[in-house]
């Protein structure tokens, strides 16, 4: 079973830029697709990005697309979120998961969290 651990949140300005780091243990992620969903307060969880296992394909929700980059690196068995241009609409926890279905973007193996707050 895979565990991961989400880290790079925090309180910036509008405008600013946020790198989210989700590092793997308990087994490499590296054949597997991996996301980032995330939620804000008194709403679902949504659907941020998606990398496919060898980083030929990226995914991205239209509210990010043009902001934020996925990438990652199986050497490290780390996936990373660079977000540019934050907006305070941007203000949620977001987590790191294993994408089970690309094309559903059904995912797993949660990790905790990291908190991005973005103020105006």
């Known amino acids: 079973q895979v565990q991961l651990v989400e880290s790079g949140g925090g309180l910036v300005q509008a405008g600013g830029s946020l790198r989210l780091s989700c590092v793997a243990s308990?087994?490499?992620?590296?054949?597997?697709?991996m996301g980032w969903f995330r939620q804000a307060p008194g709403k679902e969880r949504e659907f941020v990005s998606a990398?496919?296992?060898?980083?030929?394909?990226?995914y991205y929700a239209d509210s990010v697309k043009g902001r934020f980059t996925i990438s990652r690196d199986n050497a490290k068995n780390t996936v990373y979120l660079q977000m540019n241009v934050l907006k305070p609409e941007d203000t949620a926890v977001y987590y790191c998961?294993?994408?089970?279905?690309?094309?559903?973007?059904?995912?797993?193996?949660w990790g905790q969290g990291t908190q991005v707050t973005v103020s105006s």
């Open positions: 998961a294993v994408v089970r279905n690309i094309a559903t973007m059904e995912a797993e193996s």
């Open positions: 308990g087994r490499t992620v590296s054949f597997y697709n």
């Open positions: 990398i496919t296992w060898r980083a030929g394909s990226t």
